[in-house]
């Protein structure tokens, strides 16, 4: 099974940004959807967005909705999750998935997001 490889978080204050990559070693175009999802510590992973690789569409779950943002390069073969107003409550290991639903067996590194000020 494929891998992805989850980039670009690391710490920033409340109300910062970050933008995550998600890496995939072939064309979107394979999967259906692409999801983010997190882990906090002691929580379950949950999911945090979709994006549906045959037409575009994008669902958030409502904690990130109107602040993070699902977007592709079909070119770099890279999913993008851009996160503003970040809040205390964001910080989790964010983790890319070839899915959007649970259970995934196939999860890769992850990487950390920390909102502290």
């Known amino acids: 099974q494929v891998q992805v490889v989850e980039s670009g978080g690391g710490l920033v204050q409340p109300g910062g940004s970050l933008r995550l990559s998600c890496a995939v070693p072939?064309?979107?175009?394979?999967?259906?959807?692409i999801g983010w999802f997190r882990q906090a510590p002691g929580k379950e992973r949950e999911g945090v967005s979709c994006?549906?690789?045959?037409?575009?569409?994008?669902s958030y779950a409502d904690f990130v909705k109107g602040r993070f943002t699902i977007s592709r390069d079909t070119v770099e073969n890279t999913v993008y999750l851009q996160m503003n107003s970040l809040k205390p409550e964001d910080t989790a290991v964010y983790y890319c998935a070839l899915q959007c639903d649970q259970p995934y067996n196939y999860w890769g590194l992850g990487t950390q997001v920390t909102v502290a000020s």
């Open positions: 994006l549906s690789t045959s037409d575009g569409s994008t």
């Open positions: 072939f064309s979107l175009h394979y999967y259906a959807q």
